[in-house]
Nanobody
Framework: EVQLMASGGGSVQPGGSLRLSCAAS????????MAWFRQVPGKARERVAL???????RYREPVKGRFTISRDNAKNTLWLQMNSLKPEDTAMYYC?????????????????WGQGNQVTVSS
């Protein structure tokens, strides 16, 4: 059974930091395209960051230079380090996996999702 267990959300003041973790099981993590998404009520879910099996990373423009996605294949874990947080980063964050995509994660299709973790940035 594929499982993605995310943790690490919370509340922080603007300029603060949080780190999200996603523990994966039930599939070959090292071969999967992994990503973090976020969603606010009334808006579509958007991809924040992506990490390909070849350790290629891609970021949504508003988070470039502030967020870092990383993975440890030995621990089957994905992280999202979020620094210099802004109120507009407030959202429910989800980790996701594309277990059958290519090593560069071109046109990924994310079929497995973790539970959401709320991140709130407010003074």
């Amino acid at each position: 059974e594929v499982q993605l267990m995310a943790s690490g959300g919370g509340s922080v003041q603007p300029g603060g930091s949080l780190r999200l973790s996603c523990a994966a099981s039930g599939y070959k993590f090292s071969s999967a395209c992994m990503a973090w998404f976020r969603q606010v009520p009334g808006k579509a879910r958007e991809r924040v960051a992506l990490n390909a099996p070849l350790d290629i990373t891609r970021y949504r423009e508003p988070v470039k230079g502030r967020f870092t996605i990383s993975r440890d294949n030995a621990k089957n874990t994905l992280w999202l380090q979020m620094n210099s947080l802004k109120p507009e980063d407030t959202a429910m964050y989800y980790c996701a996996a594309d277990r059958v995509g290519d090593a560069y994660c071109f046109n990924p299709s994310f079929t497995d999702w973790g539970q959401g973790n709320q991140v709130t940035v407010s003074s």
